[in-house]
């Protein structure tokens, strides 16, 4: 039953799993006060991610912490990220009666499917205020031009009915603006939260891990975090890597994630007879053990909201190689932390590689730069904005 002296919030998510979009959204609904807020997390079944055995169990521990810390867990099958107009339908009706029956003061919406459904759904059940969260944008690197058209075309009409939209960085922020989204006035910036200590505390040994993955002792080290989806560019890595190996042939590239790219990767890295330079080990929980073995941790995106990755590495002390997209550079400073490459380009990331895997004291330096950076993105400093904002839309 709800408590009348609280402000009762109810968030909305397609694929719940253990991307960072979901992760944002578990850290966010279980860090607000539950003696000041009645939070409600209505979340899809994320079947179209395909989750291995571990991440799903993995999800399944988020849930049980969410409730443990007072959130309330509906699960709505038919809200599915992928368009399903039959099922886009009925989750629509179904948002709408859950929202008319359950009188939130504030809806929150994360990424843009649950964004389109759950705004609209909102302002037909004339909730007070509502709050979206796009976790990124669409505006390129995922659909054809047509398509991407239509997207913008909604985005800028849903962007009406909302109070307030919450980008991850300011260069997320300016995409918005230049495609003419809402007005600035409507957009506040809030980083997305890590917890630091998983990373920067971690005491895994990195010739242990490396034994214990099969990685040959003496190989340098790049690896990649994400789901293996087309966005996140995979494939132009592994293009950099058979030209790597061609001049350092003690490099070595690790892959950490699922996806429904895997076969396809698996086959190109025979394609390119780079099979004994390559491991793929799909979604692990041990992600920090993992990266322990990381010589330089490398993001290929295509597009990224603001790769909440990079500020794990940097917080255990990794220097980036990553894509000059989306919310990245608020980031990576070039030359700085990192350095930054044009997306899609193999021969660019071939030559950063290389320039690291030559230059201990340069890695060193933007190790040391990273970890100073990552302090500035606890999940503690993302749930006091959040908290701040609900105040302020709520006076």
Known sequence: MRDMGKIKVAHVITRFDKGGSAENTFLSVRGLDNG????LLIRGLARESCMSDQEAAAVEINLAEAEKSGVRILSLPELVRNIDPLSDLKAFFALINILKREKPDIVHTHTSKAGILGRWAAFFAKVPIIIHTPHGHVFWGYFNRWKTSLFIFIERLTARVTDRIITLTEQEKRDHLRFAIATEGKFTVIHSGVDLSKFSDATADAFEMKKKLGIPE???VVGTVGRLTPVKGHKYLLEAAAKVVQEKTNTFFVFLGDGELLNELTEMVSTLGINDHVKFLGWRPDVADVMSTFDVFMLPSLNEGMGKVLVEAMAMGKPIIASNVGG?????????????VPPVDADAMTDAIITLHGDP???????????VMAAGYSVDAMVQKIDRLYDELSK
Do not use: Q
Request: charged share 30%; proline share 3%; hydrophobic share 40%.
């Open 361 to 371: 004291s340069k890695t060193k330096i933007m190790a040391e730069k990273g970890k």
């Open 328 to 340: 990245i550079p608020d980031l990576v400073t070039h030359e700085l932390n990192g350095l930054l």
């Open 218 to 220: 003496e190989a340098f």
């Open 36 to 39: 000041k807020y009645d939070v």
